[in-house]
């Protein structure tokens, strides 16, 4: 029946099952008038390539669920019955696991950047204002999400929704500058905390709540109102035993407000039952449409409900982070015992040409690597190399060893390979990195044990969607924060860990004479060539992807080159996890957060391009969490007519009709 309905409705009002990034709801857009948001959105990219790449990978869900429905229906009664004895001992497993010990705290800036511009220029107040272009909006005030304006929408599709939206470019510097004050508060009331992206953290409280004799409530007022006094901006906060919960419970009472949700179990069981599973982080479109469309489960208590349907359908390690997400369980572990994908080290220097010298500092690089791996006795067998180049363009190569080492001559022999293959180039930064390692580091929490040991198993025997009927969800990431602790320099702490976009700044500097960022502005930009993807071959045995799909993003492949267009620079995931284009790391799991990812790229790309070739639209220099490089530096000059071979897309394009497309 609900079938008959939906298909009745998408043909009347075929805009109402286009579900969009664009049209997921964010803080502040409850009152929005949805179908209105979905139908201008639908009308105004309806017949673009964008359009159809949605379409696309919308059948491709369709088809998962019907799969998953044929495969439910073909379960007996003692099929399932055998799969809740399962469910009953795994409860009974992940219960032992439970702990309340802790309070765990997570803060997230209110609308980040654009209260960040707000500061800058007050008459912005009140007014319905997005950070970004035409192309593509980084983030809104809550003035404009009244009207369905929210991040990575295309700037002309906002202006249609608010048509008196102010547009303010985006300004990395300033948001950083914010950040580190916030980072400086957030040290007082945990010196470990776990940075997520620029305007988030996770704080683990429970020693200053007992040293000062706060609750966790108190503690967060008293946060919220020392960023403010130090930052003159506004941000949520949520408490609860576990970093999961924590990171729901922020975002409740979103602007400037805060939730505490007590750490008992009964509080958490009542609290979760009702929870819509997309409040999840980890759970994203298409996992929720699965989940929903396919086996009815809305809220997270119906994953305990249907567990049977879960460990009968799914891979045991999703199956698992379902149920244990179902019982509200969440990490708790402190950062310090958290586990390494990598290591690595990179040197920062005044930008040269000079081959010998460069040949030299990768030199050093190695021998350091392979030191700082001998002391923790790491050997590992995936070799990244990353420049940074005098344009500030972020080059990633990989390449998969035969064997496992940490010896300095087989890392120089292939850093040197693939550094000649770059060659000639002018470079800033050289970094190495070694991943897959034979025997990771786990962290030793007895309490944790049994989660700790199934995602182990998971993450070694991650299954390929193509050829298995289940879903894997890596339920080792599922906090969010995750996406930036595994990588980074080795000589980091947890503590000074920081985001994606701080990354490509976190390095050790050689000489004083660094030349800022601004000054790549006036520096041409090389274009870049797709040599990295014969590496990507070797080193995967599987060629980039034309195609950007469902399947694509997850696989099991070490790396696999995800590009919406031909004539794109393929995205990438290196090692599996990491995006070679701004180092954010997603597991191959995360699906939907991948597709958006990677659509992400794309239109930030053709933002650059286009404010690029635009005389109206100031430059972004310090633009760089999204094809960062890109932005710091000086696009070519585009001519409007543009002919094969041509890597600029001007945003028009991407939403333009497919007869002018194709
Ligand atoms: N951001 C971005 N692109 C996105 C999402 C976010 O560039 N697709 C940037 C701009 C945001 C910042 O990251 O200001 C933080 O992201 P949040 O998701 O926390 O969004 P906001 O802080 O803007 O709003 P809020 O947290 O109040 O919902
Ligand atoms: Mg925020």
Redesign the pocket.
């Known amino acids: 029946m609900e079938d008959g309905e939906s298909s009745t409705n998408n043909l009347s009002r075929p805009w109402e099952s286009y579900n969009t990034v664009f049209t997921n709801a964010?803080?502040?857009m409850e009152g929005v008038d949805k179908e209105k948001v979905q139908r201008i959105v639908y009308e105004m990219s309806k017949g673009s390539k964008y359009f159809q790449n949605e379409e696309r990978k919308e059948a491709l869900m369709k088809q998962k669920i019907e799969h998953m429905r044929d495969r439910c229906a073909k379960l007996s009664s003692s099929d399932l019955s055998n799969y809740q004895k399962v469910v009953d001992r795994r409860i009974l497993e992940l219960e032992a696991t439970r702990d309340l010990s802790r309070i765990w705290l997570h803060v997230?800036?209110?609308?980040?950047?654009?209260a960040v511009e707000t500061l800058s220029n007050p008459s912005l107040k009140d007014k319905p204002m997005a950070?970004g272009g035409l192309s593509m909006i980084?983030?809104a005030n809550y003035e404009a999400r009244k009207f369905g304006v929210r991040?990575?929408m295309p700037g002309f599709i906002a202006r249609k929704l608010c048509p008196d939206l102010i547009f303010v470019p985006v300004d990395f510097t300033k948001y950083t500058h914010y950040s580190d004050l916030t980072r400086k508060v957030f040290k007082n009331y945990d010196p470990h905390f776990i940075a997520g992206?620029?305007?988030?953290a996770y704080l683990d409280i429970t020693e200053v709540c007992r040293e000062r004799g706060l609750s966790g409530g108190e503690i967060a007022e008293e946060l919220r109102s020392s960023v403010y006094s130090e930052t003159g901006l506004t941000c949520?906060a949520g408490v609860a035993a576990n970093r999961l919960l924590a990171k729901v419970c922020s975002d409740i009472n979103?602007?400037n407000g805060q939730y505490v949700l007590q750490n008992d179990r009964a509080t958490v069981l009542t609290f979760i039952s009702s929870l819509p599973i997309r409040k999840i982080g980890g759970i994203g479109k298409v996992t929720e449409h699965i989940l929903k469309d396919a086996l009815g489960i809305k809220t997270c208590e119906e994953m305990v409900l249907k567990g049977s349907l879960l460990y009968a359908l799914f891979t045991q390690s999703s199956a698992d982070f379902f149920l244990s997400v179902g019982l509200g369980l969440g990490k708790t572990d402190t950062p310090q015992v958290r586990s390494r994908k990598s290591i690595s080290s990179e040197r920062t220097f005044a930008a040269t040409e000079d081959e010998r010298l460069l040949y030299s500092k990768l030199a050093e690089i190695a021998e350091m690597l392979s030191l700082d791996m001998k002391k923790e006795g790491i050997t590992a067998r995936t070799l990244t190399l990353k420049l940074k180049t005098a344009s500030f363009e972020i080059r990633s190569r990989a390449v998969s060893l035969q064997r496992y080492t940490c010896s300095s001559e087989d890392i120089l022999k292939h850093a040197t390979k693939m550094l000649k293959a770059e060659l000639p180039v002018s470079i800033r930064l050289i970094g190495l990195r070694m991943s897959q390692f034979n025997e990771e580091i786990r962290h030793s929490d007895p309490s944790q044990e049994t989660i700790t040991k199934f995602i182990v198993q998971k993450d070694s025997s991650r299954q390929n969607l193509d050829d298995s009927d289940s879903i894997d969800l890596d339920a080792s990431k599922i906090d969010g924060e995750s996406l930036n602790l595994s990588f980074g320099s080795h000589e980091t702490s947890y503590a000074q860990q920081k985001d994606v976009v701080e990354y490509e700044e976190e390095s050790r500097i050689d000489a004083d004479k660094v030349i800022p960022n601004q000054e790549c502005e006036n520096k041409e930009e090389k274009p870049r060539v797709l040599e990295g993807d014969a590496l990507l071959i070797k080193h995967t045995d599987c060629k980039p992807d034309t195609s950007h799909s469902m399947n694509d993003n997850s696989n099991t492949q070490n790396t696999k080159a995800v590009s919406v267009f031909p004539q794109m620079e393929p995205l990438f995931w290196i090692d599996g996890y990491r995006c070679n284009l701004c180092g954010i790391e997603l597991p191959p799991s995360f699906v939907e957060e991948r597709q958006e990812h990677s659509d992400?790229h794309l239109a930030q790309r053709l933002q650059n391009e286009e404010s690029g070739s635009s005389s109206s639209t100031r430059p972004a220099p310090k633009r760089r969490?999204?094809g960062k490089e890109k932005a710091n530096s000086k696009p070519k000059k585009q001519k409007p007519d543009q002919k094969e071979g041509s890597k600029h897309i001007p945003i028009h394009t991407f939403f333009t009709r497919s007869n002018q497309n194709s």
């Not at 997230?108 to 654009?114: G, N, S, T």
């Not at 992206?197 to 988030?200: P, Q, R």
């Open positions: 964010k803080a502040g997230d800036m209110d609308a980040f950047y654009a950070v980084s983030t991040a990575a992206s620029l305007d988030e949520s979103k602007p992400f969490i999204l």
